[in-house]
C-alpha cells in the first residue's frame, strides 16, 4: 500500500465497533481513509451514520465523518486491501468464520483483540488461520487506553507481523502526530504480553484494594512481568518483546488504570467479594477471569513456575483469599532478579 | 537447463549489484575464492580438485585487473562452472531411456547389487517389490500429476530412500522425479550413471560458497518451472536421532514458490505445484548404527564417547535385505495430502482450499498492488508455513512399526525404574546386564498401544498392520525377531523370561522414531534441530 502524495487512499475495514474498534476506525479516518465500521447492532450503525458518536462505549467523542458503518459483513470486507479485526476473544472465531466466506488471500488482517480462546487455548491469530485463507496477517497491541486515543492525548503501540508490508499498512493507517507505531516480528510475544498483563492486572486490583502501598505494585509489576515472559518464551516468544510496549508498556498502564474492569474484579475480591458477585457487579466479564484459567493449565502443561499467576488463579477460582495469597507469596523462597532462563537469549 | 540457470543467476547478481542490494561482482567473485579455496586446501588431490585449482587461481590472478567486463564475464564462469556440475551428465535423450528401463535396473541393484549375479539368479531373488506397502492419497498423487508438477517432500532416514522412491514411483505409474543427491551416492559408477540420467542432480555439500547455494535452488527451480517433477528431503540429511523430521531445511523447499511465480508471472498454462509430503517407515534401518552415533556425539557434546565400528557396505546392504526378506518385513510409504506452494491443502482438482476447505486461488497471495510481485521476506514466511504443515503431516503419517513401539516402551520403562536423570549418562550405563522382567515390558507396552490406537483414531499417527492388531505376543516376537537379524548386537535380546538391552542406542535410535507424540507421559527427548 506505498503510494504517492495525493494518491486516492483506500478503504480499510475495521471489524467490531466497542470501544477499542470504534477508537481504531476513529484514528484511520482521522488520517483521511475511508473507514467502513462493521458492527453488529442495526441502532449503532445508525447513530454512528446519522451523528458520529458511539455513545455505549465512547460517551463524548465524535468520530470521524470517515467513518462508514455497516452491518453487512461482506460489503465492510470486500475490496478493501487490510483489515482491523476488533472482536472480543469470545466471538472472535465466528466473526472471522464469517470472515472467511469472501476474504481473498491478497487481503491484509490486522487483529487488535487482547485474550486467549477459552476453549482451545489458542491465540486469535491461531484462531484466525484455522477459519480463514489469510497468510499475511499481524497484531496490534500495546497501552492503549480507547478514551485517552480519542481525546487525542499521544501514546505508542505495536504491530506485529512475519510480514513488513503487513506493518507498513497497518503503520501508514494508524500513524500520527499523536500516535507512534512500532513494528515487531514476534507476533507471539505482543499476542501474550497484550493477553497475560490482565491476569497481572487482576492482582494489582487487589493490592489497591488492601492498601499495599507503591513499592509493593512495583514488585507486582516486574515480578508479574518476568513470569509472564517465562510463558511467552515456553510458547515460542522472543523475550525481549516483554522489555517493549507491548510487555512492560501495556502492563504498567493497566495496572495503574483502576477503572478497568480487571483492576475492578481485584479490588472486589479484596473487599470478601466473591467471584460470582464481583462480576455480576462489573456487569461484564473481565478478560482476566478466563486468562487466569488459561495460564493455570499452560503452566501446568509446561511445569512452569508462575507462583504469582497461579496465586491469582486460585484466588479466582479455588477460594484463596487475596490476603493469603500475599502472605504465601512473600514467603516463597527469592531467588534471581532477572529469570536466569530468560538471560542471554 | 543450465544456461538458463546460469543466465538468470548472472543477471540477477548484476541487478542486485547495480542497485546496491547486494554485493559488487567484484566482492562475490572474493566470496567465491575464498570458500572454495577453504574446501579445496582440504580436498586432496583428485582430478577434480587439480582442475578446480587450476580454475580458480586463473581467476584469482585475474580479478585485481580485471575491467568490469571482465569481472562480469569471470562470474559468468564461475556460475557456468556451477551450473554444469549440478546437472552433471544429464542427457534428455538418456532420461526418456532411462526412465523406461530404470524401475526394473533398479529392482535388480537393490536385489543383488551385482548385475553379473542377477541374470543367473534372477528368479531366486525375491523382490523389493514386494516388500514396499503404499498407502494413503495414492489416486490424489497420480491425478495431481497430470495438472501440475510435483514436488514430493519425504522424510529421510536412509540413503535407500531415493531408490525405495524410485521404485514406489514406478508402482504408482509415475515417471521419475528429478531429486538433488550428495555427491557420494555418484561414486558408484552404476548407481551413478542411472541416477544422473533419472534427473538426479549433484549436492556437493563441501561447497559452503553462498553462490553455489544459490545456482543449486535456482536449478531447482528451473527444473520445475520446466515441469519436471521434483523430490526432496526437506529435512536436509538423513534423520540422525530416528525421529521423524521436527525441523526442515527451507532453502530447497522455497523453491517451490519461486517456480510458482515464475510460472503465473509467464502465464504458463499449467502453472500449479504441489507439494506432496511422503513418510518412508522402516522396521529396520540399514544405516541406523552409525547414524545414531553420530547424532549422540553431536547432542551429548564431551559426555558421550563413541566406539566406531566399520563395515563393508556392500555387505551391510546384503545382510540388510537378506533380513527384510526373510523376516518377510515391509517398508511402508505413506502419501500424505498435499499443499500448494503456501501451505494450504489441495483437493484432488488441484484446487487450494482455505481451511474450511473453501476454493481459493493461490496465485493471489502474490499479488503487491494488485500485481504479481516479488517479495522474497514475504516468500519465506510462505514457506515456514509450508515447512509447519509439512512437519505435522510427517507426524500424521508416521507409521508405528513394531520395532518402534517395543523399543519405545522398553526404553521408557528403563528410564522410569533408573535414577538417572541426565540422557547421556543413562545411556551410557545402558549395557547388556540391564533388563527388565518380560510380563513388565508386555504390560507397559499393552498401555502404550491403547494410547496409540486413540491416537491413531484421531489421525495423529499411523498404525502397521500388527501394531493396530494389539495382539502382543506377535508384536514382540515380530520386533525381537527384526532385532536379531540385522544388527551386529541383536538390539534388544530374550533371555529366559527377561528381555536385555542388547545395544541401547539402537534401542534409543528405534524409540525416537515415536518421540514429540507424548506417548506414556514422556516429553520430546530429541529436539527439533536448527541452523548453526
Not at chain 1, 475511508?34 to 458492527?39: G, T
Not at chain 2, 510380563?439 to 494410547?451: G, I, K, N, T
Request: aromatic share 6%.
Amino acid at each position: 500500500m506505498s503510494r504517492q502524495a495525493g494518491e486516492k487512499k483506500p478503504r480499510i475495514a475495521v471489524l467490531g465497533a466497542g470501544n477499542w474498534g470504534s477508537t481504531v476506525a476513529h484514528m484511520i479516518g482521522a488520517n483521511g481513509y475511508p473507514v467502513s465500521l462493521w458492527c453488529r447492532s442495526e441502532k449503532q450503525r445508525e447513530e454512528i451514520n446519522t451523528h458520529h458518536t458511539n455513545t455505549r462505549y465512547l460517551e463524548d467523542t465524535r468520530l470521524s465523518q470517515n467513518i462508514t458503518a455497516t452491518n453487512d459483513l461482506e460489503e465492510a470486507i470486500v475490496g478493501a486491501p487490510l483489515i482491523f479485526v476488533v472482536i472480543p476473544s469470545k466471538s472472535f472465531r465466528e466473526v472471522v468464520r464469517a470472515m472467511g466466506e469472501v476474504l481473498r488471500p491478497s487481503q491484509f488482517v490486522i487483529h487488535a483483540t487482547k485474550g486467549i480462546e477459552s476453549r482451545t487455548h489458542l491465540r486469535m491469530s491461531e484462531v484466525l488461520l484455522q477459519e480463514t485463507c489469510a497468510l499475511q496477517f499481524g497484531v496490534l497491541s500495546g497501552p492503549n487506553i480507547a478514551l485517552e486515543m480519542c481525546q487525542g492525548k499521544p501514546a505508542g503501540t505495536v504491530i506485529a507481523s512475519e510480514f513488513p508490508r503487513v506493518i507498513e499498512a497497518g503503520r501508514s493507517a494508524l500513524v500520527s502526530e499523536q500516535l507512534r507505531v512500532y513494528a515487531n516480528t514476534d507476533v507471539v510475544g505482543v499476542e501474550l504480553g497484550g493477553t497475560l498483563k490482565n491476569v497481572v492486572a487482576i492482582a494489582a486490583g487487589m493490592l489497591s484494594a488492601l492498601d499495599l502501598g507503591e513499592n509493593a505494585k512495583a514488585l507486582l509489576i516486574t515480578r508479574g512481568l518476568s513470569e509472564i515472559a517465562r510463558i511467552g518464551v515456553a510458547l515460542g516468544a522472543d523475550p525481549m518483546t516483554f522489555a517493549g510496549l507491548a510487555g512492560i508498556g501495556d502492563l504498567m498502564v493497566t495496572c495503574s488504570s483502576p477503572l478497568s474492569r480487571n483492576h475492578r474484579v481485584g479490588a472486589a475480591l479484596a473487599k470478601g467479594m466473591k467471584l460470582d458477585e464481583a462480576v455480576e457487579k462489573l456487569g461484564m466479564v473481565a478478560e482476566g477471569v478466563n486468562t487466569a484459567k488459561v495460564v493455570h493449565s499452560i503452566a501446568e502443561r509446561h511445569r512452569l513456575d508462575v507462583p504469582l499467576l497461579e496465586s491469582v488463579y486460585r484466588a479466582l477460582h479455588e477460594n484463596l483469599t487475596p490476603a493469603e495469597g500475599i502472605r504465601e507469596l512473600m514467603q516463597l523462597s527469592s531467588r534471581y532478579d532477572i529469570d536466569r532462563a530468560l538471560q542471554g537469549h | 537447463m543450465a544456461s538458463e540457470v546460469v543466465g538468470r543467476m548472472v543477471e540477477r547478481m548484476l541487478a542486485r549489484a547495480e542497485s546496491g542490494t547486494g554485493q559488487p561482482v567484484e566482492e562475490v567473485i572474493n566470496e567465491t575464492l575464498y570458500h572454495e579455496h577453504l574446501r579445496l586446501s582440504k580436498a586432496g588431490s583428485s582430478d577434480e580438485a587439480k582442475a578446480d585449482r587450476a580454475f580458480y587461481s586463473k581467476i584469482r590472478h585475474e580479478l585485481p585487473r580485471a575491467s568490469v567486463n571482465r569481472q562480469q564475464r569471470l562470474l559468468h564462469e564461475i556460475v557456468e562452472r556451477y551450473a554444469r556440475e549440478i546437472q552433471g551428465h544429464f542427457d534428455p535423450k538418456a532420461y526418456a531411456v532411462a526412465t523406461k528401463f530404470a524401475p526394473p535396473m533398479m529392482n535388480a541393484l537393490l536385489n543383488g547389487l551385482s548385475p553379473g549375479r542377477l541374470v543367473t539368479r534372477l528368479r531366486d531373488v525375491p523382490s523389493l517389490d514386494e516388500h514396499l506397502i503404499i498407502q494413503g492419497e495414492v489416486e490424489t498423487l497420480q491425478r495431481l500429476h497430470e495438472r501440475g508438477t510435483i514436488v514430493l517432500t519425504p522424510t529421510h532416514s536412509s540413503n535407500l530412500d531415493s531408490m525405495v522412491l524410485g521404485l514406489a514411483l514406478h508402482r504408482m505409474g509415475l515417471p521419475p522425479f528429478t531429486y538433488g543427491a550428495g555427491l557420494n551416492l555418484f561414486s558408484n559408477p552404476i548407481v551413478g550413471y542411472f541416477m544422473h540420467n533419472l534427473g538426479a542432480y549433484t549436492v556437493d555439500r563441501l561447497k559452503t560458497d553462498p553462490l553455489y547455494r544459490e545456482t543449486l535452488k535456482e536449478y531447482a527451480t528451473v527444473t520445475l518451472e520446466f515441469d519436471a517433477d521434483n523430490l526432496f528431503f526437506p529435512g536436509g540429511t538423513r534423520s540422525r536421532s530416528g525421529a521423524v523430521e521436527a525441523y526442515l531445511k527451507k532453502g530447497l523447499l522455497g523453491t517451490s514458490i519461486a517456480a510458482y511465480r515464475q510460472n503465473v508471472m509467464r502465464g504458463k498454462e499449467t502453472s500449479n505445484i504441489y507439494i506432496v509430503p511422503c513418510t518412508i517407515s522402516y522396521p529396520l534401518v540399514l544405516e541406523a548404527s552409525t547414524l545414531i552415533d553420530d547424532y549422540l556425539r553431536e547432542a551429548g557434546k564431551q559426555r558421550y564417547i563413541i566406539v566406531d565400528d566399520e563395515f563393508s557396505k556392500v555387505r551391510r546392504w546384503l545382510d540388510f535385505l537378506r533380513g527384510l526378506f526373510a523376516l518377510d518385513l515391509r517398508i511402508y510409504i505413506t502419501i500424505g495430502k498435499p499443499l500448494d506452494p503456501f501451505g494450504n491443502d489441495v483437493d484432488e482438482q488441484g484446487n487450494s482450499l482455505d481451511p474450511r476447505g473453501r476454493k481459493i486461488d493461490p496465485s493471489e497471495y502474490l499479488l503487491v498492488d494488485g500485481e504479481v510481485g516479488e517479495d522474497g521476506v514475504r516468500d519465506s514466511v510462505y514457506t515456514g508455513n509450508v515447512a509447519r504443515r509439512l512437519v505435522g503431516a510427517f507426524q500424521r503419517e508416521n507409521v508405528a512399526l513394531p520395532t518402534n513401539v517395543v523399543a519405545f516402551a522398553f526404553f521408557e520403562l528403563l528410564r522410569k525404574k533408573s535414577n538417572e536423570r541426565d540422557l547421556y549418562r543413562f545411556l551410557r550405563g545402558l549395557g547388556p546386564e540391564i533388563s527388565l522382567p518380560m510380563p513388565d515390558v508386555e504390560q507397559a507396552l499393552a498401555l502404550l498401544l491403547e494410547e496409540l490406537q486413540a491416537l491413531a483414531g484421531k489421525g495423529g499417527i499411523r498404525l502397521s498392520q500388527s501394531v493396530g492388531s494389539g495382539d502382543i505376543p506377535e508384536i514382540m516376537r515380530r520386533a525381537l525377531k527384526s532385532f536379531g537379524i540385522y544388527h551386529t548386537t541383536p538390539v534388544i535380546q530374550r533371555k529366559g523370561v527377561r528381555l536385555h538391552v542388547g545395544d541401547g542406542n539402537l534401542v534409543f535410535y528405534y524409540r525416537n522414531r515415536l518421540d514429540g507424540y507424548g506417548l506414556m507421559g514422556t516429553r520430546r527427548l530429541v529436539p527439533p534441530r536448527r541452523p548453526g
